[in-house]
């Protein structure tokens, strides 16, 4: 069953533009993932934060984690047309992986 | 790119034949994993196998059955599917299983059943 819930389900923006995802989940973790895929290809670990850090960056990526609100989000900053893809957060669960619903990005150029 | 390695990247049968699925690293990995993906979902957890035995089924049908013949290679056999398991196979490793690090996926195989 998917740990995480994501929205947008989709999310259509201009190059250059901002694109925020939001990722909740239900159980208590001690980290969570972010994952890209392009279309009909394989998942892309983008990034992990860990339970006791707030707010991690990696080059136009920001991820915030609210462990009181069991949520987290994923900003992408000054998109490109390169970044269309779907999107999915994943948290542990004992020793599985488990991944959210996803959202599909489309950067229009 | 990606240092796990799938083949056949497509794959087509009908519902009385066998195959295989392969999919192959060399990072050293000792957790390898089985994901089925439907079009438009997120990956779904088959099989872990963890120092080449399995640890988690996911309550798979029989007529799917992995096989770790050594720390590098994973297989999935394929027997007498339905049209319903069309979708795209996808294999993962992790450094070991149950530390919840980071996976690393294949391009994963794409599976249609006539």
């Known amino acids: 069953s998917q740990q995480g819930e994501e929205d947008p389900q989709a999310l259509s923006i201009q190059e250059g533009e901002n694109a925020t995802m939001n990722c909740s989940y239900k159980t208590s973790i001690n980290n969570l993932q972010w994952y890209r895929q392009n279309s009909g290809r394989g998942l892309v670990h983008l990034i992990l934060?860990?339970?006791?850090?707030r707010e991690k960056h990696s080059g136009r990526l920001r991820v915030t984690l609210d462990t009181s609100k069991k949520s987290s989000s994923l900003l992408i900053t000054a998109s490109r047309a390169a970044d269309t893809a779907s999107y999915f957060c994943a948290t542990p669960n004992g020793n599985k992986l488990v991944f959210g619903a996803g959202t599909i990005l489309r950067v229009k150029s | 790119d990606t240092d796990v390695t799938q083949t056949p990247k497509h794959l087509v049968m009908g519902m009385t034949n066998k195959k295989s699925l392969k999919c192959e690293q060399h990072?050293?990995?000792?957790?390898m994993y089985w994901y089925k993906q439907k079009a438009k979902k997120p990956p779904e957890l088959m099989f872990v196998y963890s120092y080449e035995k399995l640890s988690i089924n996911e309550s798979v049908p029989s007529r799917f059955s992995p096989e770790c013949p050594n720390s590098s290679l994973l297989n999935l056999h394929l027997h007498a599917l339905q049209p319903e398991d069309s979708a795209l196979y996808l294999c993962?490793?992790?450094?070991?299983?149950?530390?919840?690090?980071?996976?690393?996926f294949g391009e994963g195989s794409r599976l249609t059943v006539l």
């Open positions: 934060i860990r339970s006791n850090e």
């Open positions: 993962a490793s992790s450094q070991v299983l149950g530390r919840a690090g980071e996976l690393f």
């Open positions: 990072m050293g990995h000792r957790a």
